[in-house]
């Protein structure tokens, strides 16, 4: 998909204002990332850096990932 903005968080915005619903998938109601959603800026995870004010530019690669969970640790062993 494409977005653009100056910052990890203006680029969400702009992704999140053309997909409906995906809003509350990705931001708290306080705007901040949520503590599940993973968002890594060419292979580093933003909360690393400058969090949703971390810079952005055209050749930069942003990569969304929820966390993944469940299941019980005595299965498949």
Excluded: C, K, W
Aim: aromatic letters at 6%; glycine letters at 12%.
């Amino acid at each position: 998909m494409d977005a653009s903005g100056a910052t990890v968080g203006e680029l969400l915005r702009d992704l999140t204002a053309s997909n409906a619903g995906l809003s509350e998938q990705l931001f708290t109601e306080d705007g901040g990332l949520h503590r599940f959603v993973n968002v890594y800026l060419n292979g580093q995870d933003v909360r690393y850096l400058q969090v949703l004010d971390t810079p952005v530019s055209e050749r930069d690669a942003v990569i969304i990932l929820p966390a993944m969970a469940g299941g019980s640790a005595a299965e498949g062993f």
